[in-house]
């Protein structure tokens, strides 16, 4: 078999295709003794139909030579796309030119390939990292919440202000005529009721007032559906909250230190902590960002639609998983489908501009995976699959998906190429070292004494991520769900991205 590939429009790539006749011979007899096993012919045992009884029941052996070349096309397709070395991204226009009755056969495939995208001047990228220095307001901004959570509560003589607990008799009549009453109900101003205007008429109110005013509830159909509701309240008592003094004798009270200074010293650290995990998960993402951001084409709708429905399947999964129909998560997170198409279509375009920036950046740099690489990744699946390394690399060959491992983790490599080369500044604008950026191991961002009473004083948004080339994650690699897998969610870990 001969395939040569000639470039067409915008993406697309016309395959020629020549099978020697020999070739699609053995295609026709290999097709022949398929259908002698299966067709029942009245007279004959399976797989014992003579080929001249089995040309006549297919119409004669032109039919039989047309239905052999059907059915090898995908699987003859598929090698001359191996041997040109093309990443097709769609499913091919195929054409047969010749060879449908007799001779050699030869076939046209005009195929969708996956573009190549330039990136100009991405030597010279910059990226403006968080500060990770930890300033003393914010070190005080920590110390008055442990205060908060030593604070009692004292009553005043004053009207009311933001941050004051009022203690307050309620009534109001809900929509539709249902009262509403609440007796003794201890509120802080200005934390934001479910009674639009509460706030505003609290603020100032003195033990004894009685506030009347209206305000618009929300009967349950949007904002078309609000109707003036009045209501009623009488204030009993307006208390502040009083914070201990930051002493030593507080410290050692409020957390497992025995002084302030310890108590600060703490607190510095793990907000130097959060601040390089922030600086950390910036790096990656602000890089990924100005990276993208050299990507002046569109990308391909074929792909843009199959990461939409890649989404859509990884959705359906966990879902699943959680016994949710689609309808109900829909209802639960206010959205309808259309909208929900929207962000994921959205969410599929920066994926897609992105993956494509990494594959030029991985050809730029002339990233490759070595086959040590490359078993390393199988392995992973493996176990995440709780299966064996030989075993996935089989169903990942018989599937032809070992290629999107390989992508994956070649990927993986340009990322952490962009990590280690990128330059950083802070946003003063002055350089700030990688060598600041390198996270200490075992570091606990969040507190971990139960004990102390600053445990919950100081957390971060997201999981620590090292700087090193080491630590760039796989793609072809995602976190496991606990659960043993099927073939499918094997093949399904590595669909993502293919090819």
């Known amino acids: 078999m001969r395939a040569t590939a000639e470039a067409v429009e915008g993406n697309k790539v016309r395959l020629s295709v020549e099978v020697d006749e020999a070739e699609v011979d053995r295609v026709v007899d290999d097709t022949a003794r398929r259908l002698g096993r299966q067709l029942r012919v009245p007279g004959f045992r399976p797989g014992r139909v003579p080929r001249q009884v089995l040309e006549a029941r297919l119409g004669g052996a032109s039919a039989l030579r047309q239905q052999a070349i059907s059915d090898a096309l995908p699987d003859l397709y598929a090698r001359a796309v191996s041997d040109v070395d093309l990443d097709p991204i769609a499913a091919p226009e195929i054409d ?143 208390k502040e909250k009083v914070l201990p003094d930051p002493s030593d004798d507080w410290a050692s009270e409020a957390s497992e230190f025995s002084t302030i200074a310890e108590l600060r010293a703490d607190l510095r650290s793990r907000l130097a902590q959060v601040k390089l995990v922030q600086a950390q998960l910036a790096l990656r993402e602000r890089a990924l960002e100005a990276l993208v951001s050299l990507v002046e084409d569109e990308p391909p709708e074929s792909l843009v639609d199959a990461e939409v429905r890649e989404r ?104 952490s190429w962009l990590l280690d080369n990128v330059e950083l500044i802070d946003e003063d604008g002055k350089p700030v070292s990688r060598d600041d950026l390198r996270a200490r191991a075992g570091a606990d961002v969040s507190a971990t004494s139960d004990e102390s009473g600053t445990q919950n004083s100081v957390t971060a948004s997201a999981p620590s991520e090292t700087v090193s080339s080491e630590a760039a994650p796989s793609e072809a690699a995602p976190s496991g769900t606990g659960e043993q897998e099927s073939e499918g969610d094997v093949d399904d870990r590595v669909s993502k991205g293919a090819g």
């Open 96 to 238: 047969v030119v010749s060879g449908e009755e007799s001779g050699p056969l030869t076939f046209d495939a005009l195929v969708e390939v996956r573009p190549t995208v330039s990136l100009p001047g991405y030597q010279g990228l910059a990226v403006t990292l968080p500060s990770l220095e930890v300033t003393d307001a914010e070190v005080d901004a920590q110390i008055d919440r442990v205060r908060e959570q030593s604070g009692e509560l004292s009553s005043v003589g004053r009207g009311a202000l933001d941050g004051d607990y009022v203690t307050i008799d309620l009534h109001g009549t809900r929509p539709g005529g249902e009262p509403l009453d609440v007796e003794d109900y201890l509120y802080e101003v200005g934390s934001g009721s479910d009674v639009p205007g509460l706030d505003d008429q609290l603020r100032g109110a003195k033990p004894g007032d009685i506030l009347q005013f209206s305000t618009s509830l929300a009967t349950g159909g949007g904002e078309e559906s609000m109707v003036p509701t009045p209501f009623r309240v009488l204030v009993k008592e307006v």
């Open 312 to 415: 859509l399947h990884d959705l359906g999964h966990r879902l699943e998983a959680r016994r949710l129909t689609l309808e109900q998560f829909l209802e639960a997170s206010g959205r309808d489908q259309d909208s929900l198409l929207e962000e994921l279509h959205f969410q599929a375009v920066r994926d897609v501009r992105a993956d494509l920036a990494l594959r030029a950046l991985a050809d730029a740099e002339e990233i490759v995976v070595t086959e040590e690489e490359l078993d390393q990744a199988v392995q992973e699946i493996a176990s995440q699959a709780r299966s064996t390394a030989d075993e996935v690399r089989k169903r990942l060959d018989h599937s032809g998906r070992l290629a999107a491992v390989r992508s994956d983790r070649r990927k993986a490599k340009a990322l």
